[in-house]
């Protein structure tokens, strides 16, 4: 083992076609369903770790900042999991960054996980493959499986911890769809996905939906391989709605929409049934919106976007990478 147990690694958000919401086992992060996404080029974390046998906790700064309390904890558990994988007790010093501002409401526990995991192995000199860097980035934040594999991904949904994972059913230059992200608030969630998930088996609905979800995640696979944007974008947006109707219908119950959030949604509607513009809509926890289009239409998306009252910013970003090591910062 070299003195210098550290790497730095960076990955991608992602944005999820078919959705997944609720846990089958919460303490694994093993997914009710299936879950299909696309890597975000523009919207990345960079992760320093250093592993060292002196230090007396983990420490945790994001942009240069101590990071909050309930942070770190739930980065600490996650370090857990890797020391445990790993066979070491060493404490981390992490130094995470995101390109992304922060406080637009756009998660970073898909990029910030997949980073971190893969930065812990490096660090170690230890080299995982790809299926089992997912599994482990998943036991940080279940999206985190997605954003270790490139491209559109899959996750499934596995009996087991090693059976849970994630790959790539098409590379980022398959098809040059485009996420344009409508900010509509730059508030922090109310209530995050990981309490979010624990609340998904009491709405009425959620049976229905994982009835049919395995369906719908078909037809969007299908979708995408054959570059089908008109069938994409009816199964993606019924996926959204569902997995709202879901959390409005919870106990207790969720609503992430804002009014603009809803001006939003129907304008992307008109725009592709009366304008022809290739573009669809869907949202996670939280009430931007993310307009998945044609990069042909993408600028135009953009303007209209940013006339509508309520939207603060726009993020633009093409289909990403895995995740991915580079050179110390
Ligand atoms: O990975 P988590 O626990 O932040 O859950 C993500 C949940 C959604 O973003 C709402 C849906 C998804 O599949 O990404």
Redo the contacts with the bound molecule.
């Keep these: 083992m070299s003195d210098d147990l550290s790497a730095a690694a960076r990955a991608y958000s992602?944005i999820?076609f078919i959705?997944?919401?609720g846990n089958a086992d919460d303490a694994l992060r093993l997914p009710a369903s299936g879950?299909l996404?696309m890597n975000l080029a523009g919207l990345h974390t960079t992760t320093v770790l250093r592993w060292s046998e002196d230090l007396i906790g983990d420490s945790l700064t994001i942009n240069d900042q101590i990071a909050q309390p309930h942070a770190l904890r739930r980065t600490s558990a996650h370090l857990d999991v890797m020391r445990e994988r790993l066979g070491i007790r060493h404490r981390a010093e992490i130094r995470s960054s995101n390109n992304f501002p922060m406080g637009t409401g756009i998660?970073s526990?898909?990029s910030a996980f997949a980073a971190l995991t893969l930065a812990a192995t490096a660090a170690l000199g230890v080299e995982l493959s790809q299926r089992e860097l997912s599994a482990l980035a998943r036991r940080g934040?279940?999206?985190?499986a997605r954003s270790i594999p490139p491209g559109f991904v899959e996750w499934f949904t596995g009996a087991s911890h090693d059976s849970s994972y994630a790959e790539t059913i098409a590379g980022p230059d398959h098809w040059d769809l485009v996420d344009v992200v409508a900010v509509v608030s730059r508030e922090h969630k109310r209530v995050d996905?990981?309490a979010?998930?624990a609340t998904a088996a009491s709405s009425v609905l959620q049976s229905a939906r994982l009835q049919t979800v395995e369906d719908r995640l078909r037809m969007a696979k299908g979708a995408i391989l054959r570059r089908n944007f008109e069938q994409l974008a009816a199964v993606v947006e019924e996926d959204s709605n569902l997995?709202h109707a879901i959390m409005m219908t919870s106990r207790p119950a969720l609503f992430y929409w804002q009014p603009a959030s809803l001006a939003i949604m129907q304008a992307v509607r008109r725009w592709r049934e009366r304008d022809g513009l290739e573009v669809c809509y869907t949202l996670?926890?939280g009430p931007n919106v993310h307009c998945i289009c044609a990069s042909s239409d993408a600028q135009v998306v953009k303007s209209r976007l940013k006339a509508i009252d309520g939207v603060n910013d726009v993020l633009y970003s093409e289909a990403g990478p895995g995740a991915h090591l580079i050179a110390d910062e």
């Design positions: 992602n999820a959705k997944y919401w879950s996404s998660a526990s898909a934040s279940g999206s985190a996905s990981t979010g998930h997995m996670d926890a």
